[in-house]
């Protein structure tokens, strides 16, 4: 095997099934070709933009922002460690 370190891969699938018998989500309305004209436009804007300026909104939006914990709020009701403490003299 010589000094080569590798992991076998490989990938299953199982049971498969036509687009067309796929279960639908509650409120889902399957509209194929209206859903072809609108990946084949985002396609469109994505390679003339640049990968992934257009894509669903179900993929979320990616964070480019960390909080600054030194101006977040005292945690009072999950620190109990953070809770104030008044003496009365």
Not at 22 to 29: G, H, I, K, S, Y
């Amino acid at each position: 095997m010589g000094d080569y370190r590798y992991a076998k891969a490989g990938v299953m699938t199982a049971d498969l099934v036509p687009d067309s018998r796929t279960q639908l989500a509650l409120f889902e309305v399957r509209d194929h070709e209206r859903s072809k004209r609108l990946m084949t436009a985002m396609d469109a804007c994505n390679r003339r933009y640049g990968r992934g300026i257009v894509r669903p909104g179900s993929v979320g939006v990616a964070r480019t922002w960390a909080t600054k914990f030194e101006r977040r709020s005292p945690r009072y009701t999950t620190r109990l460690d953070e809770l104030p403490t008044v003496r009365a003299g």
